[in-house]
Nanobody, 119 residues
């Protein structure tokens, strides 16, 4: 079992910045991917950014030039630095953890943190 605890969401004006954090604890696999998904009202959950322990990253095209994902492997923590936020970024952001070992790798989700971008 893996537990994910998110923090950093809140209300910000257009053009502002926020940093999200997600700390994983429990039975952490040696090989895993951690990242962020988001879900706006009426829309499907979509990938925002993800990162392996080795440093490989993947970003949604809509955020690639504005958001930066980083990891602190010693702390099992992933961060998402969000700059130049716009109203369309408003969503619940969910931390995601996925194991890369075994025939049936496990996946876990955080409870989500709300990001609201509004004047």
């Amino acid at each position: 079992q893996v537990q994910l605890v998110e923090s950093g969401g809140g209300l910000v004006q257009p053009g502002g910045s926020l940093r999200l954090s997600c700390a994983a604890s429990g039975s952490i696999s040696r090989l895993n991917i951690m990242g962020w998904f988001r879900q706006a009202p009426g829309l499907q959950r979509e990938l925002v950014a993800a990162m392996t322990k080795g440093g490989t990253t993947n970003y949604a095209d809509s955020v690639k030039d504005r958001f930066t994902i980083t990891r602190d492997n010693a702390k099992n923590t992933v961060y998402l630095q969000m700059n130049s936020l716009q109203p369309e970024d408003t969503a619940v952001y969910y931390c995601n953890y996925r194991e890369l070992l075994g025939l049936r790798p496990n996946e876990y989700w955080g409870k989500g943190t709300l990001v609201t971008v509004s004047s």
